[in-house]
């Protein structure tokens, strides 16, 4: 069984920083795409940024130049290091996997509140 453990969400002022973290225990094989999913209240799950076992990454237009995804595929990790937060950035942030031949693992949720 695979767990994902986020951490790092909180409160943080506008222009302020954050790192989020996920780290995947149990038995995974063939480690894919990692990324960041995120919800606010009353919207649709989003996609916010991504990263394949290339190296190659994705983000959002509206992340752009403020966000980046990392990964450190030994420790089964993902990071997303976000700068420069808006208001607009408050959600409840989840780290996803692709791994295997084709399974998906979601982690918890971490919130994040960009908030004076």
């Known amino acids: 069984q695979v767990q994902l453990v986020e951490s790092g969400g909180g409160l943080v002022q506008p222009g302020g920083s954050l790192r989020l973290s996920c780290a995947a225990a149990?038995?995974?094989?063939?480690?894919?795409?990692m990324g960041w999913y995120r919800q606010a209240p009353g919207k649709e799950r989003e996609l916010v940024a991504d990263?394949?076992?290339?190296?190659?990454?994705y983000y959002r237009d509206s992340v752009k130049g403020r966000f980046t995804i990392s990964r450190d595929n030994a420790k089964n990790t993902v990071y997303l290091q976000m700068n420069s937060l808006k208001p607009e950035d408050t959600a409840v942030y989840y780290c996803?996997?692709?791994?295997?031949?084709?399974?998906?693992?979601w982690g918890q949720g971490t919130q994040v509140t960009v908030s004076l």
């Open positions: 990263i394949n076992k290339g190296g190659s990454t």
């Open positions: 149990g038995t995974i094989f063939n480690l894919n795409t």
């Open positions: 996803n996997l692709h791994w295997g031949p084709s399974f998906t693992s």
